[in-house]
């Protein structure tokens, strides 16, 4: 339905609410997160995610949107220009299609972990478009899931989601818990764990010891700051990505990418 009413309610929650206030919305149940794109919007459905509403630019409604709208089930769609859609919602629309969806309520780390042999640990990743790139790489590079703690930023966050082309919905996931010492869930579920830092007692990359473990846990921390130094303590590894000269590090999501690679050999063999 074309849209000419700013104030129709139904609207909300792609005008009104932060992601904040969607993550809430239906509390104390599951809330509701924005997927932005004919790729991501198919991930999500792909992966079982219920799609609540859509809202596009009328020209999709034929084109990149027919295929969604199929998929939908019969969802309200909700239609303007692009100007129109770009006031409503406050941004331009990347792909001119947004769909509205429920949450699903998370495993725990243990079942998250059940089977696997290389994870990656976010710690305080704040950053949506870094946590959405991380993800990427996981998908990519074949990680068998991500545990976030948190301080992380929400991987279903619109741009978490968008900028990781969706693989938030394909590699599984999962938040500690507030009051978890995440450490020690790790080291009970059988992982060593591989802090990735700048320091002077790190080992190599291609370490022998670091290929051999069976089970392994890559921390990768916040950014700028990075992992703090009794997180790193509490580690078995410390790793470091050689450097040139006069080069400090690399944004968190370019040495995931390099880590997931070099550290996930083992688990791709």
Sequence with gaps: ????????PELNIYAK???????????????????ESPKVIGRALDAGYEPISLLMETKHVEGEGAGVIARCGGVPVYTASFEVLSRLTGFPLTRGVLCAMRRRSLTSAASLCAGARRVAVLDRVMNPTNVGAIFRSAAALQM??????PGCSDP???????????????????????????LATLRGLGFKTAAMALSEDSVSMDDPGLAEEEKLAVILG???DGLASE??????Y????????GVDSLNVAA?????FWELGKRGRK
């Design 1 to 8: 339905m074309e849209i000419t009413d700013f104030n129709r």
């Design 17 to 35: 609410l932060s992601e904040v206030q969607l993550l809430h919305y239906y509390e104390p149940a599951e809330g509701i997160f924005i997927a």
């Design 144 to 149: 068998d899931g991500v545990l976030l703690t």
């Design 156 to 182: 279903l966050y619109r741009r978490a989601a968008r900028v990781s082309m969706g693989t938030v919905f394909q590699v599984p996931w999962t938040f500690f818990d507030e009051d978890e010492d995440w």
């Design 222 to 224: 916040t950014e700028g």
């Design 231 to 236: 997180t790193i303590a509490g580690c078995d």
């Design 238 to 245: 410390t790793v470091k990505i050689p450097m040139r000269d």
């Design 255 to 259: 040495a995931s990418a390099v880590a």
